[in-house]
């Protein structure tokens, strides 16, 4: 029978700490203890800020403890597109930010000692076609010559140095993405943000946004000099303006029951982490403990059956691995990431209030760093600026928060991914 509950729950016990009562006057008020608010915490919490974080719910229970572990801070779209839409200076920096935002995130988990299964064993990126390939080998030669990144080129004979798979032709290799235990890394920023003085308010919903500088909590009024909504697709504020502009995609895994050591490394050499070249490729990759594997992708069109996802996903895998075609699911779950319709990370301000969110699918890596660049705006750093700070996402027509249209955006792309012969 397969769990509906993800497998992270299953092995790690969360940490506990001991609930402070709601005060009505502070520095900071942050909406949403994920990623990216407890990030923000931290970072305000050291510079001597009293913060107060508050979520609706258990500390982290949206896509921060749902995602898979894998830290890629990917963005949607090339170098060679960014540079081309926003000039060599701007386009570049988008992805300078991707590289330091990996660096700092590793060098942050180390600094604090965060116990969270931290591992860097490669990405590789699976190329459909062979005209997948050549674009694929296109793009990162640019890249290579204009970042000098560490990209290695696989072609369909070298790929099996990373993975025992004859679905792909040829890829891409990242040695600085790596892998962690997210509910893990949670646990460590919940530790390091009550141990600089944050208080974390869970289960304690914000029931009104009264202005810039006043909510209304499940616990009472409070009063502060700056507001951060970082709820990004888990919402649950009277903000309606903002339930405009991020759709809510869900994003559904399974781990697999465990597999033999043996066949674990016959089928993943390097126990990296893996993800395809289309529009609805899947994402994989071992369990920490190299037993199991996780795989994911966005919502496919079963309706609310989970056992129905879970199958689609399974086969999934098999096509991947005929030889795990045996192998029974044992976990499977789901989480929303949020989008815009400029589909790349924002910090933005509207009314004095400070929003980040639109991580695209990529939160492990960019929620903490969007996080840290928000407390440096509240700090006023203008020395510490950011390419991701911009206007306010446009509004999506005809959208007030519930994604009807996604049912359709999900064909179109499985469309043209059939078109491409993927």
């Not at 966005?298 to 989970?306: E, I, S, W, Y």
């Not at 991947?320 to 933005?348: C, D």
């Amino acid at each position: 029978m397969i769990k509906n509950i993800p497998y992270w729950s299953s092995n790690v016990e969360r940490l506990r700490y001991k609930s402070i009562p709601v005060k009505s006057d502070c520095d900071a008020v942050i909406i949403g203890a994920g990623y990216t608010g407890l990030s923000t915490a931290i970072k305000l919490a050291k510079a001597g800020k009293f913060v107060q974080v508050f979520d609706v719910a258990q500390v982290g229970s949206g896509a921060s403890s749902l995602n898979a572990g894998i830290l890629s801070g990917n963005l949607r779209f090339s170098l060679k597109s960014l540079i081309e839409s926003k000039g060599m200076k701007a386009g570049t920096e988008y992805y300078i930010e991707g590289i330091n935002a990996r660096k700092e995130l590793q060098e942050f988990i180390k600094q604090e000692c965060i116990e969270c299964d931290l591992k860097y064993n490669g990405h590789f990126t699976g190329a459909m076609t062979i005209k997948d390939f050549d674009q694929m080998k296109y793009l990162a030669d640019f890249e290579r010559k204009i970042l000098s990144n560490d990209i290695q080129i696989l072609n369909r004979y070298d790929q099996h140095k990373v993975i025992q798979s004859e679905i792909y032709h040829g890829g891409t290799l990242r040695n600085d993405i790596g892998n962690i235990n997210p509910v893990k890394f949670l646990d460590g920023l919940l530790r390091v943000a009550i141990s600089y003085g944050a208080v974390i308010h869970e289960n304690t919903a914000i029931h009104n946004i009264i202005d810039h500088r006043n909510v209304n909590t499940a616990a009472g009024h409070v009063k502060c000099d700056k507001i951060v909504v970082a709820t990004n697709a888990y919402d649950k504020t009277n903000n309606k303006w903002f339930r405009k502009i991020i759709i809510p995609i869900t994003s559904r895994i399974i781990a697999t029951e465990p597999i033999s050591p043996e066949i674990m490394v016959k089928l993943m050499p390097r126990m990296g982490s893996f993800g395809e070249g289309k529009y609805m490729g899947k994402y994989y990759r071992p369990s920490p403990d190299g037993k199991r594997i996780l795989l994911g992708g966005r919502d496919v069109l079963v309706g609310k059956n989970p056992y129905g996802a879970a199958k689609s996903l399974s086969n999934s895998l098999v096509k991947i691995f005929p030889e795990l075609s045996n192998v029974k699911v044992e976990y499977h779950w789901a989480g929303k990431v949020g989008f815009t319709r400029k589909q790349m990370p924002s910090i933005f301000e509207k009314d004095g209030i400070l929003y980040a969110c639109g991580y695209c699918g990529s939160g492990t890596v960019w929620a903490p760093w969007i996080g840290t660049k928000v407390a440096q705006k509240v700090l006023k750093k203008h020395t510490q600026k950011t390419i991701f700070y911009s206007e306010p996402p446009q509004k999506i027509p005809l959208f007030n928060g519930r994604p009807w249209f996604l049912p359709f955006v999900i064909i179109w792309y499985s469309t043209l991914d059939w078109i491409k012969g993927r």
